[in-house]
């Protein structure tokens, strides 16, 4: 088992629905990355979380310590939203180390 | 600011050859790391470095070296090219534990 997964997997919406992107870790965390991989591969690193809330224009990503679990939501979706969303963990003890999940693969639909 | 620069973009290698690619930062960031990601998988880290002069191993370090003489460069050395080596590459920086920033990728296919 991975110590970070992701669901789904694979997601299409249509434009303008409200996406959820999920996050399960195995291990005690000092933060959870959310990332952004473009079509043409190129990584942007959207939030950096360690408890709450953080919203970054029509992006939320939400955190629950105790459950072990982090959610990115999108509200109003776009084509341009289309793109892979990666969720990273950095343990207690391995510093900036970052473990992966394996990512979601978003398509949203004119 | 370029951020994270990397060379080059594509590279097809045979078995055996060896290589460098090229990472460079301007963000004066002290923190630094390589990453492969094969197809269908989470990325790997392979090597990192807290500074200058300082480097450690990552979750998949078997065949590659690092070295990191300037705060600015971190190249990532593979000797021996194998097949199994064949992924994108991305290198990337953070001032200490923050956010961090990543290069464009470079595509090697080892044959």
């Known amino acids: 088992k991975n110590e970070v997964e992701q669901s789904p997997q694979n997601l299409t919406a249509q434009e303008g629905e409200f996406i959820t992107i999920n996050c399960s870790y195995s291990v005690g965390i000092s933060a959870l990355h959310w990332l952004q991989q473009h079509p043409g591969g190129g990584i942007v690193s959207l939030f950096m979380l360690s408890s709450g809330k953080k919203k970054h224009g029509r992006l939320i990503a939400t955190i629950n310590i105790q459950e072990k679990h982090s959610s990115l939501h999108i509200t109003a979706s776009h084509p341009r939203d289309s793109a892979v969303y990666i969720c990273a963990v950095s343990g207690e003890t391995s510093g900036s180390r970052l473990t992966f999940g394996e990512g979601t693969q978003l398509t949203v639909n004119p | 600011n370029a951020g994270v620069t990397q060379t080059p973009k594509f590279r097809i290698l045979k078995i055996g050859q060896s290589m460098t690619l090229q990472c460079t930062q301007d963000?004066?960031?002290?923190?630094m790391y390589w990453y492969r990601q094969d197809p269908g998988m989470g990325l790997k880290l392979i090597y990192y470095s807290v500074g200058a002069g300082i480097t450690d191993k990552g979750e998949v370090p078997n065949g590659y070296n690092v070295s990191r003489s300037t705060t600015e460069d971190f190249p990532l050395r593979l000797e021996l090219a194998a097949p199994s080596q064949t992924s994108v590459y991305f290198c990337?920086?953070?001032?200490?534990?923050?956010?961090?920033?990543f290069g464009p990728g470079t595509r090697l296919t080892v044959l």
């Open positions: 990337a920086s953070s001032y200490s534990e923050g956010t961090q920033y």
């Open positions: 963000m004066n960031h002290n923190y």
